[in-house]
């Protein structure tokens, strides 16, 4: 019995020790978990700064980047105003940065790439004393066009003053035109009143006479009064009319200023019947014109002017009347006489 007992006393009591383990863990993991929570919090605010500062900065970015688009567009503004000095300029200095760069990596050939880029820069400013000389001549270029739009205002004053010279001068020539006009029609009816004169003279000389007779401003000869059938030969009775009609016409250029170009008009007509074809004319175009002419030449050898005097045919072609029959054949057959201007 009191075996027993004693091998009762003699076990071990593990609980409390795993008791106290178990709270040293427990609290253990809370001091974790605190620590956790406590930088967890540190580092959110850590990140809320971050997330603060990177919103500042995106600001900034985005006003740098509209600035920067401000300044592209106002530099797109700006017209390109080089000239081929400043391009070449441009292309010196793009081959001197070349240059440089393959300066900057041959480490080994420092001495030479110096000697060059001198050179280059030797070559910059002979270049830009040139783009300066080019700018001078640029200015010189500028003064003389200056000089060349005074030339011109010069110019368009002068020509200003010629217009309006030209415009008297116009005037002048209208008014001249308007007395030209005015004289020619007094000469026109210093023609008309001598043409009267004459016709009236002729009336006078010629008599009441059926076969001579006024028509309109002409005096109308029947041909019967003056050649033979199919003739151009003035007959006696002919030369006795073509007398008296040429001393009219002598003293009428005795009566007519020089001044006045006037002449008498004779129109030979036949009628519509076509010639034989036998005798010296081939159709009445040549009769009318040779009897004209045979008119002419006997007032030209009474003493007539010939520069007073034309003969033109009319063969069939403008008779008085229209129609047939011999009435109408004998009033066309007719030698016409107008006193008209040259």
Known sequence: MALGRRRFSGEMNYWPSFVDALTTLVLAVVFMLSVFMISQYFLS??????????????????????????????GRDISDDLSQMQMSLADMEAERDRLRSQLAAQTGAGAAAGDAAAQLTSELTAERQVSQQA?????????????????????????????????ESQTKIADLGKRLNVALAQKVQELSRYRSDFFGRLREILGNRSDIRVVGDRFVFQSEVLFGSGSEQ????????LDKLADALLELESEIPAEIAWVLRVDGHTDARPLSGTGRFRDNWELSAARAISVVKYLISR??????LVAAGFGEFQPL??????????????????????
């Open 45 to 74: 605010q850590e990140i809320s700064g971050k997330d603060t500062v990177l919103n500042r900065l995106n600001a900034q970015i985005a006003e740098l980047t509209a600035l920067l688009a401000m300044e592209r567009a106002s």
């Open 321 to 342: 009347e229209a129609g047939e029959g011999d009435e109408v054949f004998a009033k066309n057959r007719r030698i016409e006489l107008k006193l008209t201007e040259r």
């Open 234 to 241: 003035v007959n006696d009775a002919g030369t006795g009319e």
């Open 135 to 167: 700018l001078a001549q640029v200015e010189l270029l500028n003064q003389q066009i200056s000089a060349l739009r005074r030339q011109i205002a010069a110019l368009e004053d002068a020509l200003d003053a010629s217009e309006s010279r030209d415009r």
């Open 303 to 308: 003493g007539v002017k010939p520069e007073h």
